[in-house]
């Protein structure tokens, strides 16, 4: 599995640092400006959403379209290049005031599953809570747990060289991580860890 993995971040790696800007398609509307990169049948999409009567773009989403499965095969950390390029380009010709960033949650991407997991293991919080209450959701731990231990490392990494960083988190459509996807990740499958499967990222400035 770890040589699988080494295999396709190698392979992203490679994808991601040959984008040129004649493979990047600009769709851009009164409220939205979108640029997509298509390679092997895999699109990434980066969307930048402003208010109608706005000149400046307040929210931003990416996407990696080809990935349909539970996402041990996608690692963010190898798509912040195409971000990054991707970002350069619409900062051409938009300007940002940014407050959210949508990157899907955290199951989609293995390093950020990884991160999300060993962060409610280690949470004393989060532990207590399941000492107590069993498995039952807490959002609030939630999101505070995820904004503690820096789930989503990757981007907000990015993000501080942009002059922004992730400040909070707001979720929806919460479960729990399968026994299944546990033992994919590397863990014993017995931990108690909730999911949320909307996740929207707060952004401040620096």
Known sequence: MKLKHLKLSILLIFICSTI???QVTINQTEVDYTLKVEQDSI???LI????KDSSKYTSVKYSVSDFNKISVDKI???EISTINQLWKIAKDSIVFDLQSFNIEYP???SDVLNNYIQAFIDSKEWQEHVKQNGK??????IKSEMLRANVYKPLNDFLKTKGYQISGFETEKHGFVTKENLHFAGFSGDEIIPMPYMVWI???KL
């Open 20 to 22: 040129s800007l004649s």
């Open 202 to 204: 707060k952004l401040d």
């Open 43 to 45: 699109h990434r999409i």
């Open 48 to 51: 930048f959403w402003k208010d």
């Open 107 to 109: 199951m989609l991407y």
């Open 76 to 78: 963010l950390e190898n």
């Open 136 to 141: 039952k959701l807490n959002y609030k731990i």
